[in-house]
């Protein structure tokens, strides 16, 4: 890939600069492979934690705080203390919850859950049309920024992001002859690395605005934000992270992995058969009625899929609760449209077949949810997250600095708390209490707190093993490159953290100097 620099004396070290960036990231990438299986990794961070807990138990460590309950609202002081897995309440804890703590990860079942219509979309021929239909309709240019704007805008169902649209995008670069591990790069970076912004409003906002307003009434018993607190920015954060995250790929990612030596189907040049355009005119009416039936269960007033006390559909709401199964059944549905109009389903036993193979084929991946989920359980017992979260929070609190350094250094804490960390509501039910009013004091206003939250939780999704999906992309990444580990997904998501972290950090401060409106 050639990058005009426009003075051809500067290009000598412009291409030294990319030729260290290149052996960093490689060698990035050779330590990480070197490390154990993820499940080893964790089976050891397991004993660590064992240990460090009754390290700091035996220590008398604690902290107290403000803190948030997400769903009552109330607002109390709160001491945590560490707790030892090692005493008897401990060992308890381990041997009676490992079944409760495989049930309590989300995640299993939500894959599971989803991949039972992916597989029928699969297995009937539909992605690869789409695929094939995308090549046609996007400039081969703008493939990139179609791919990252899609996987921002899919934190709407977070989920279908990573378990679709991360395979997806990869698929799309190796049909046009592109290194599948750039599109898998990019499309990640778009789910994960800007998880917490859209251009519409998602479940999460209306949490993260519950806690932020019981904050804003520590201090203003009769401020409050509402749910596009964060609106134009939002729609800032996505369009210039769209760019910023495209242009990391082009010029730095794809550059690095070079050109894709394994096998590339030929779906640019071939046209769309009979078959494929019925079979996807079909999927689309199946998506239509399955989207009709949803929104009768969720539009009228009293509809059983709004929220039965407020009525709402947004936030707070069955619909939106379980949103996994409303991609589950667009999925199935389009599917089945898909094979009966190309003639590729033709019993119900190709479709029972084709969830079968889907399922059957996360055993590897199950087996390494399970490990990590013990992990987390443990984790969370010994609350050493949370003293460290508060520890941290409050060194910064007391740091004597202004109001934008102050929330710069807030985006920073933020950000290291996300790798071991990794839920956004947690971690803002202990930071709003102590942050919101400190820096309502110092005239920031709450909604750019809120924003400064969001910058922080985001890059270092990319990057953090916590992340409940970060096992899943490595598994997609070693579809095209099979001694691909840990180390290959970090060092390929590395300038995505650094580059996006950094360029949001700048788009946050001049939002602030500029007083910008932060929403409607």
């Known amino acids: 890939m050639v990058i005009p620099t ?157 378990l679709v649209l991360i395979p997806l995008g990869a698929a799309a670069f190796l049909s046009i002859g592109r290194h599948p591990l750039a599109g898998l790069a990019a499309s990640f970076a778009g789910v994960a690395a800007v998880f917490t912004v859209n251009i519409l409003i998602k479940p999460l906002d209306g949490i993260l605005t519950g806690i932020t307003n019981d904050a804003i009434h520590l201090i203003n018993p009769q401020g409050s934000i509402d749910l596009t607190a964060n609106f134009w920015f939002s729609v800032a954060s996505v369009i210039v992270l769209t760019l910023v995250v495209s242009i990391v790929t082009e010029r730095i990612v794809e550059p690095r992995l070079g050109t894709y030596v394994g096998e590339t189907p030929a779906l640019e040049s071939q046209g769309m058969t009979a078959a494929e355009s019925r079979g996807l005119k079909l999927a689309g009416l199946a998506t239509l009625a399955v989207l009709a039936v949803f929104a009768l269960l969720s539009i009228p007033d009293g509809a059983p899929l709004r929220n039965p006390e407020t009525g709402t559909l947004i936030g707070d709401s069955p619909l939106m609760t379980g949103l996994i199964v409303l991609v589950t059944f667009i999925f199935l549905a389009a599917g089945l449209g898909y094979g009966l109009g190309a003639k590729t389903i033709t019993s119900i036993t190709d479709v029972t077949g084709a969830m079968e193979k889907a399922v059957s084929g996360l055993g590897g991946l199950i087996f390494l949810l399970f490990v990590i989920s013990q992990f987390l359980a443990f984790f969370t017992y010994s609350n050493l997250a949370t003293l460290a979260a508060v520890e941290m929070g409050d060194f910064l609190a007391d740091a004597g600095l202004g109001a934008l350094p102050l929330l710069l250094g807030f985006v920073l804490v933020v950000a290291v708390l996300d790798l071991i960390m990794t839920g956004a509501i947690p971690k803002w039910a202990i930071f709003a209490p102590v942050f919101v009013p400190l820096l309502m004091r110092l005239g920031v206003e709450p909604e750019a707190v809120l924003a400064a939250y969001r910058v922080g939780d985001g890059p270092l999704n990319a990057v953090s093993p916590l992340n409940a999906y970060f096992a899943l992309i490595v598994t997609f990444s070693a579809k095209y490159q099979k001694d691909a580990g840990v180390g290959t997904l970090v060092a390929l998501m590395l300038p995505y953290v650094v580059v996006v972290t950094v360029a949001w950090m700048i788009l946050l401060a001049l939002w602030q100097v500029l007083g910008l409106p932060w929403g409607l």
Do not use: W
């Open 6 to 162: 426009g003075d051809e004396a500067a290009e000598p070290p412009a291409r030294e600069e990319k030729t260290r960036l290149e052996r960093f990231l490689n060698t990035i990438e050779r330590v990480g492979n070197k490390v154990p299986h993820p499940a080893v990794i964790f089976v050891l961070l397991i004993a660590f934690v064992v240990v460090l807990s009754h390290v700091f138990y035996a220590l008398g460590a604690s902290v107290t705080y403000e803190a948030i309950d997400p769903e009552t609202h109330a607002v109390s002081m709160t001491t945590t203390y560490a707790q030892s897995l090692l005493t008897a309440d401990g060992i308890r804890f381990m041997y009676e919850n490992v079944v409760q703590n495989f049930m309590n990860f989300n995640a299993v079942g939500v894959i599971i859950v989803a991949m039972l219509g992916v597989g029928v979309a699969d297995a009937s021929g539909l992605i690869t049309a789409l695929i094939k239909k995308l090549v046609h309709i996007a400039p081969r240019k703008a493939l990139t920024y179609i791919l990252v704007f899609v996987g921002i805008l899919s934190s709407i169902a977070a989920d279908a992001g990573y």
